[in-house]
């Protein structure tokens, strides 16, 4: 099959799966595949799982990637607050929760992480645009702050949670604290009660 032929059926959606290609093509040749990344003309992002290279370098490809290669999933905890403005520094990592099995993935866009919660703790997330047709979930803000309190629950004293250096500014303004407690609600986790009252009093919320 010619490259441009191929190009040209997945090039809107970006990131494509094999399971897709044969989907389409049932007699496709998956030797293609490993013949066109060597070629450098597209990149592997995970096992079955492609996007064409110039697409590495477009703003926010990787919170689209994040939900695509690892079903399902949104993009949370540093990565999330990160989006928000609400801690400081860059992050090195995407990192989502999903229902599936905790799982990590290293490719040329960098480092994907997946947190598992139970399927009662999916939620919070709204869709957000990437680039063109393309869509990708995105957790609140109050959740991105759950979903850490809740994963790494050695946040559990007001000098912890200073440590996070979250930028009070930017929480005041877009925190809404009646969804912050009526999520906590909804995950009814005591411990995660406990943890949410010292960041109240840590930021003054």
Not at 20 to 36: E, M, S, T
Not at 107 to 113: I, K, P, Q, R, V
Not at 142 to 166: G, H, Q, S
Not at 182 to 203: D, Q
């Amino acid at each position: 099959m010619l490259y441009q032929f191929f190009r040209e059926q997945w090039k809107d959606q970006a990131c494509f799966s094999t399971q897709q290609v044969y989907a389409w093509r049932p007699r496709f040749d998956k030797n293609n595949l490993g013949r066109w990344v060597k070629q450098g003309l597209l990149v592997k992002l995970r096992n079955a799982y492609y996007t064409f290279p110039e697409f590495l370098q477009e703003p926010g490809f990787h919170h689209y990637v994040a939900g695509i290669i690892y079903k399902p999933s949104y993009v949370s905890l540093h990565t999330a607050l990160s989006v928000y403005g609400l801690i400081p520094e860059a992050v090195a990592s995407t990192t989502s929760i999903t229902t599936r099995k905790t799982a990590t993935f290293d490719n040329e866009l960098g480092w994907f992480s997946y947190k598992s919660v139970k399927p009662k703790l999916y939620f919070g997330f709204d869709i957000r645009q990437q680039a063109g047709p393309r869509y990708f979930r995105l957790a609140q803000a109050e959740k991105a702050l759950l979903d850490l309190l809740y994963i790494y629950p050695f946040y559990n004293t007001v000098n912890e949670l200073e440590e996070l250096r979250l930028n009070e500014q930017i929480m005041h303004k877009i925190i809404q604290k009646d969804r912050l407690l009526g999520h906590v609600e909804t995950m009814a986790s005591k411990a995660l009660m406990n943890r949410v009252n010292l960041l109240i009093k840590a930021y003054g919320l």
